[in-house]
């Protein structure tokens, strides 16, 4: 069945622009993860979300960057005037279920160069 | 709390001998343990999971990790490397209700 698509994958904006970047997790599943990966470095937790919870914003790096799910399903993650730091892969993964024992499904990630 | 620690940031191995990459976690519950692989330019694929059945569990392309409560480790081993396996290794801990915490990973390298 189709996995976790995300677009674009590469998006050249820039500094100071606004950039969305878009997650289609796979159908059925109830927990979406955004994340970060700078060049050479490890995953950045940036939110999470389940089902009709509120989110765990908690790894959002500054107010300038924001998300959303609608209807459960597709997510948004909007950076607001964009800085050169903000440049990475940002990768969005999907989970059957808020249950830990479940792995997370992972799409191919937006790469954002911020020029 | 959660939290998890790869030890080594970098391995390098030569074709053909064995696999050690090297995990540590912490948690304050029942944890589900996961290494997923990145090969350069791909997607993080995942390679095994732990998720309280058997501790040591296999997973795809010879990958084996095995889960020590009283260490709190889960080490990811091969026995015989091949040039394919360079990438970047992440070991992973999750708990229900709990976001996942990812390690800073390792890069493997290969040489022929």
């Known amino acids: 069945g189709a996995g976790v698509s995300q677009s674009p994958s590469n998006k050249v904006t820039e500094k100071g622009k606004d950039v969305e970047l878009r997650c289609d997790p796979i159908?059925?599943?109830?927990?979406l993860y955004w994340y970060r990966q700078s060049l050479g470095q490890g995953l950045e937790f940036l939110i999470y979300?389940?089902?009709?919870?509120?989110?765990?914003k908690s790894g959002l790096p500054s107010d300038r960057f924001s998300a959303e799910r609608t209807g459960g399903s597709v997510s948004t993650l909007t950076i607001q005037r964009t800085q050169q730091e903000d440049s990475a892969v940002y990768l969005c993964?999907?989970?059957?279920?808020?249950?830990?024992?479940?792995?997370?499904?992972f799409g191919p990630g937006t790469r954002l160069t911020v020029t | 709390a959660q939290s998890v620690t790869q030890l080594d940031s970098h391995v390098s191995v030569s074709e053909g001998t064995p696999v050690l990459l090297r995990c540590n976690y912490s948690s304050s519950y029942s944890p589900s343990l996961f290494w997923y692989v990145q090969h350069p330019n791909k997607g993080l694929q995942l390679l095994l999971k732990y998720t309280s059945a058997a501790t040591l569990v296999k997973g795809i392309n010879g990958f084996e990790a095995e889960f020590k409560k009283s260490e709190t480790s889960f080490h990811l081993t091969k026995p015989s490397a091949h040039m394919s396996d360079a990438a970047e290794y992440f070991c992973?801990?999750?708990?229900?209700?709990?976001?996942?915490?990812f390690g800073a990973g390792t890069r493997l390298f290969v040489k022929a």
């Open positions: 992973v801990v999750s708990s229900t209700g709990f976001k996942t915490i």
């Open positions: 993964a999907s989970r059957i279920r808020d249950r830990g024992s479940y792995e997370q499904y």
């Open positions: 979300f389940q089902g009709n919870s509120a989110p765990d």
């Open positions: 159908s059925g599943h109830t927990a």
